[in-house]
Protein backbone atom coordinates (compact mmCIF):
# COMPACT_ATOMS: atom_id res chain seq x y z
CA UNK A 1 0.00 0.00 0.00
CA UNK A 2 3.16 2.10 0.98
CA UNK A 3 3.29 4.77 2.57
CA UNK A 4 -0.03 5.34 4.87
CA UNK A 5 -1.50 7.91 7.11
CA UNK A 6 -2.95 5.85 10.33
CA UNK A 7 -6.43 7.34 11.75
CA UNK A 8 -7.64 6.45 15.11
CA UNK A 9 -11.44 5.52 14.51
CA UNK A 10 -13.38 3.94 17.05
CA UNK A 11 -10.33 2.40 18.96
CA UNK A 12 -9.10 0.59 16.01
CA UNK A 13 -6.86 2.10 13.39
CA UNK A 14 -7.67 2.88 9.59
CA UNK A 15 -5.08 2.94 7.17
CA UNK A 16 -5.28 5.81 4.67
CA UNK A 17 -2.97 6.10 1.66
CA UNK A 18 -1.80 9.23 1.06
CA UNK A 19 -1.52 10.72 -2.24
CA UNK A 20 1.68 10.80 -4.00
CA UNK A 21 3.31 13.95 -5.14
CA UNK A 22 3.88 14.33 -8.75
CA UNK A 23 7.40 15.60 -9.51
CA UNK A 24 8.21 19.09 -9.14
CA UNK A 25 10.05 19.51 -12.53
CA UNK A 26 12.18 20.37 -14.19
CA UNK A 27 9.27 20.68 -17.05
CA UNK A 28 9.12 20.14 -20.67
CA UNK A 29 6.98 19.96 -23.78
CA UNK A 30 6.37 19.34 -27.57
CA UNK A 31 4.65 21.43 -29.69
CA UNK A 32 3.35 20.45 -32.94
CA UNK A 33 2.06 21.36 -36.44
CA UNK A 34 -0.40 19.52 -38.22
CA UNK A 35 0.24 21.30 -40.80
CA UNK A 36 3.90 21.95 -41.52
CA UNK A 37 5.10 18.70 -39.11
CA UNK A 38 6.94 21.74 -37.42
CA UNK A 39 7.64 21.55 -33.91
CA UNK A 40 9.18 22.84 -30.99
CA UNK A 41 10.77 21.48 -27.82
CA UNK A 42 11.34 23.48 -24.69
CA UNK A 43 13.36 21.34 -21.72
CA UNK A 44 14.76 22.44 -18.22
CA UNK A 45 11.52 24.87 -17.43
CA UNK A 46 10.90 25.65 -13.62
CA UNK A 47 7.03 25.75 -14.58
CA UNK A 48 4.74 23.46 -16.59
CA UNK A 49 3.31 26.92 -17.97
CA UNK A 50 6.83 28.20 -18.92
CA UNK A 51 7.75 25.02 -21.09
CA UNK A 52 4.33 24.79 -22.66
CA UNK A 53 4.39 28.75 -23.73
CA UNK A 54 8.66 27.93 -25.05
CA UNK A 55 7.58 25.23 -27.05
CA UNK A 56 5.05 26.79 -28.83
CA UNK A 57 7.34 29.93 -29.06
CA UNK A 58 9.36 27.56 -30.86
CA UNK A 59 7.37 26.12 -32.84
CA UNK A 60 5.58 28.99 -34.53
CA UNK A 61 8.65 30.53 -34.78
CA UNK A 62 9.56 28.43 -37.87
CA UNK A 63 6.42 29.91 -39.68
CA UNK A 64 3.70 27.41 -38.33
CA UNK A 65 0.63 28.89 -36.92
CA UNK A 66 -1.28 26.13 -36.08
CA UNK A 67 1.31 24.43 -32.94
CA UNK A 68 -0.43 23.18 -30.39
CA UNK A 69 1.81 21.05 -27.87
CA UNK A 70 1.20 17.62 -27.72
CA UNK A 71 3.48 16.31 -25.29
CA UNK A 72 4.59 17.50 -21.35
CA UNK A 73 7.54 16.45 -19.34
CA UNK A 74 7.62 16.49 -15.50
CA UNK A 75 11.37 14.86 -14.45
CA UNK A 76 11.08 12.47 -17.52
CA UNK A 77 11.32 12.18 -21.24
CA UNK A 78 8.47 12.87 -24.67
CA UNK A 79 8.35 11.90 -27.74
CA UNK A 80 6.03 12.60 -30.76
CA UNK A 81 5.60 10.22 -33.87
CA UNK A 82 3.61 10.98 -36.80
CA UNK A 83 2.28 8.26 -39.46
CA UNK A 84 3.65 10.17 -42.58
CA UNK A 85 0.35 8.45 -44.53
CA UNK A 86 -2.47 9.45 -41.86
CA UNK A 87 -1.22 12.48 -40.32
CA UNK A 88 -2.20 10.63 -36.99
CA UNK A 89 0.10 11.72 -34.14
CA UNK A 90 1.17 10.02 -31.21
CA UNK A 91 2.92 11.12 -27.83
CA UNK A 92 4.47 9.28 -25.10
CA UNK A 93 6.25 9.34 -21.95
CA UNK A 94 9.12 7.66 -20.35
CA UNK A 95 11.77 7.25 -17.91
CA UNK A 96 14.65 7.70 -20.54
CA UNK A 97 14.31 9.12 -24.59
CA UNK A 98 14.52 5.45 -25.86
CA UNK A 99 11.37 4.35 -23.63
CA UNK A 100 9.53 7.32 -25.03
CA UNK A 101 10.01 6.93 -28.07
CA UNK A 102 9.96 3.27 -28.11
CA UNK A 103 6.07 4.17 -26.87
CA UNK A 104 5.04 6.61 -29.26
CA UNK A 105 6.31 4.61 -32.39
CA UNK A 106 4.00 1.82 -31.05
CA UNK A 107 1.00 3.85 -30.43
CA UNK A 108 1.22 5.16 -34.51
CA UNK A 109 1.25 2.47 -36.99
CA UNK A 110 4.02 2.75 -39.28
CA UNK A 111 4.87 6.50 -36.90
CA UNK A 112 8.65 8.34 -37.37
CA UNK A 113 9.57 10.07 -34.34
CA UNK A 114 9.46 13.85 -35.54
CA UNK A 115 10.66 15.26 -31.81
CA UNK A 116 11.45 14.42 -28.37
CA UNK A 117 13.36 15.15 -25.76
CA UNK A 118 13.92 14.98 -21.61
CA UNK A 119 13.03 17.10 -18.87
CA UNK A 120 15.02 15.27 -15.84
CA UNK A 121 16.35 16.09 -12.70
CA UNK A 122 19.46 13.91 -13.33
CA UNK A 123 20.28 15.49 -17.12
CA UNK A 124 24.01 15.24 -17.37
CA UNK A 125 24.27 19.01 -19.20
Do not use: W
Not at 6 to 35: E, F, N, R
Not at 44 to 69: E, F, H, Q, R
Not at 99 to 123: F, L, P, Y
Amino acid sequence: MGTAAALLVAGGLLAVPTQAHAADGPYGAIAYSQQTQRYGVATGKSTAKKASKSAKNKCASLGATDCKVVARMNDDCAAVAANPYTGLTTSANGGNILAAERAAREGTANGQIVASGCATSNDPF
